[in-house]
Every structure is written in C-alpha cells, then in structure tokens.
C-alpha cells in the first residue's frame, strides 16, 4: 500500500491554467521512493517540496542521475488518460542501466504514478493542448564522492501542468562544431547530462535567432541526428525521413508514433540516415517542404527555418502539413477524441 501525506493547503486556485510557461508550476503532491540496502522501498506520496541531501551525493558530482517526459490527458467525460507509458517505464529502466543506476519494479512505478495522478487529478485541464507534464527521474543520493555507482537512490514523480513547449516560432541550427552524443557514449539514454551539455551550444545558437540545435554525427557532422529536446523529421516532397535509432538517439515514444502513423495515414516513410548534404540540395531545388521534431513536451513543433554555416533558409508554409496531420491524429488519440487502433491510451 502506498502511503499518503496530503497536502494541508492547494496552489491550484493560484495558478493561471492560461497561461502557464511550461515547468514552472507543480502540482500539491509529488511520489518518492528510496533504494537502500538493495532494495526499492515502497513509494510513498508527499506534499511537494525541497529534499534535503548531504552535499556530497554522487547526482551533485558525477551527474548520475535519469529522467523521463510522460504526460496526462482528460478527455469530455472527465476520465484521464496517458500515452504509451510502458514504454516510459521501459527506457527509464534503459538509461538508469547505462547509468549503473538500480532498475525500478514496474508494480511500483505503475501503482505510484497513478495514485499520484488520481490525487492530483484537478491539475489535469480538459482541452486539446492542456495536459498534465509527468517527470519521473531518479538521483543518486548517497554520500560520499569517491567516483562509482552509489548504493542509495531516490526515484521520484512531479508534475506539472503544461501547454504548449514552445511559445514562438522554432528555428534551429545545424551543428558544424558541437556534438550531443558519440558511438558508445549515453546518447540513447535519458541522461540529465546529456541534456545540460546542450545548454552551451544551444545558447551561442540563441544568439544567432535559433531555438534549437540539430546535432550531427560526432565524427563527420555530415548526418543529421536529433533536435535539443525533439527527435527530427524532414519532407522531401512526399516523403519523409528521420533517422534511425542507435546508441547516440533518443528513441523517442513520439517518434515511433509519427513513424507507425505515417504507414496508417499513406504517408511514404524511409527511416535511415539523413545527409546535411541532401537536406541543403532539397531546400535549395524547392523540394524541401517541411520539417518538425517530435517529443512528449513539445508533441510535434514544426520548424520554420534552419541555418547551416552562416546559410539561413526559410521553410514554406505549408496548407497540408504532415506536421499538422500527425499532430492532429495523435492529439485525438491522446485526448480520447479517436479511435486508438495501436491500442496506445492507458487509463488511470
Ligand atoms: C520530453 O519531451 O518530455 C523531454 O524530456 C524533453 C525535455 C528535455 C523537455
């Protein structure tokens, strides 16, 4: 049995539900569960609020430490949904590995995430776009800075109310220099680091007019691999085109959606390496017509433009976007608004 410590007081009737920047605001509650003496104990729910962890905590100096994006809808009838979330558990399970970080029991995973999201329920908006950001991570909490795996950790769930990701327009970057991720390396993981190393890059990209980077292969820069926060997709005329999954991509629960959907929707679809080559020669010949990242927070964001060595290009806007078509599609199905034919909505 989980245990429960409700909060004595609520921030929802603080909170504007209109205009939330996204991971700001949490919500009353958040689930913790502690790994000790070679085990995972029990979650137990709280009220949300500051940890207190000796300074010395290996997450503090050596970044062990794994997260996950997952979100909560509320369709017309007031029942809540999620999206895939197996899949959530299963590659939080992954990155924690790769981390040497103890596996979680999905019992435990499952029966702490949805007690906290039917105790949290309120949260939840009604409405396409508003929806409850769920982030599972799990630091290493033990003292001591000598350089190995820790032997205490704390799993822990906190949500917080979203809309959208982005509020403007998303331009990004072609990396020529900086690389996210190399063969071997952490890439495919949910890595807190793998995303703090981005900060750097992404903030000179800010300053030249991008949101984001896409980053390329480490050893050649000649492929294109992933956004900041999104996995990536290109169309070349009728086709599109991302990148097939390995140690340094994400494998994004969004991405294989879009990619399952293509083939439902007729949309010709190549999963295989993308050349900056040939996105620079499809821009410049008109046939480049669209491209757009997928990911739980951002859902899918289309990109106006991109810049490659000092190079601007500008996207066309498109009546028939497929970056509209798949948003719209999975949207339904997320939002209980649609058949869900892969059997992908679970209900709390
Ligand atoms: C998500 O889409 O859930 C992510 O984890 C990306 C995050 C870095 C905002």
Not at 41 to 55: A, F, Q, R, T
Not at 130 to 152: C, M
Not at 155 to 170: D, H, K, L, N, T
Not at 325 to 347: C, S, V
Request: net charge negative; charged share 25%.
């Amino acid at each position: 049995m989980i245990s429960i410590e409700k909060s004595s007081q609520t921030k929802i009737d603080k909170t504007d539900f209109d205009n939330l920047t996204f991971g700001q605001v949490f919500t009353d509650h958040m689930m913790i569960s502690d790994f000790k003496d070679g085990e995972w104990h029990e979650p137990v729910i709280k009220p949300y609020g500051p940890l207190s962890i000796d300074p010395s905590a290996r997450v503090f100096h050596y970044g062990q430490a794994v997260f996950e994006g997952m979100k909560a809808y509320k369709d017309k009838d007031e029942k809540i949904w999620m999206f895939r979330p197996e899949q959530n558990f299963e590659r939080i399970n992954a990155s924690s590995k790769r981390l040497a970080i103890p596996e979680f029991p999905k019992d435990f995973f499952f029966n702490g995430l949805e007690t906290l999201l039917k105790l949290e329920k309120d949260w939840i908006k009604q409405g396409f776009g508003n929806s409850l950001y769920i982030r599972p991570f799990v630091i290493a909490t033990e003292a001591g800075v000598s350089a190995s795996p820790a032997k205490e950790y704390k799993f822990m769930i906190i949500c917080s109310p979203a809309q959208s990701y982005y509020s403007g327009e998303v331009r990004v970057k072609f990396s020529d220099k900086f690389s996210r991720a190399a063969d071997g390396g952490v890439g495919f993981a949910k890595a807190a680091g793998n995303y703090g190393a981005q900060f750097y890059p992404t903030n000179l990209a800010k300053e030249e007019g991008y949101q984001q980077i896409v980053w390329t292969d480490a050893n050649s820069h000649e492929y294109l691999e992933e956004a900041g926060t999104m996995n990536i997709f290109f169309r070349i005329g009728d086709k599109l085109i991302t990148a097939p999954i390995s140690d340094r991509i994400l494998d994004g629960v969004t991405r294989k959606s879009v990619i399952a959907l293509a083939e439902r929707m007729n949309i010709p679809m190549e999963v295989r390496k993308v050349t900056v080559q040939e996105i620079l020669e499809a821009a410049d010949s008109g046939n480049l017509k669209e491209m757009f990242g997928s990911g739980t927070a951002t859902v899918i964001n289309p990109i106006t433009g991109f810049g490659n060595k000092g190079k601007n290009y500008d996207l066309p806007k498109l009546e028939d976007s497929y970056a509209h078509a798949f948003k719209d599609t999975l949207m339904k199905i997320q939002y209980n608004e649609a058949e869900d034919p892969f059997g992908w909505r679970y209900e709390v």
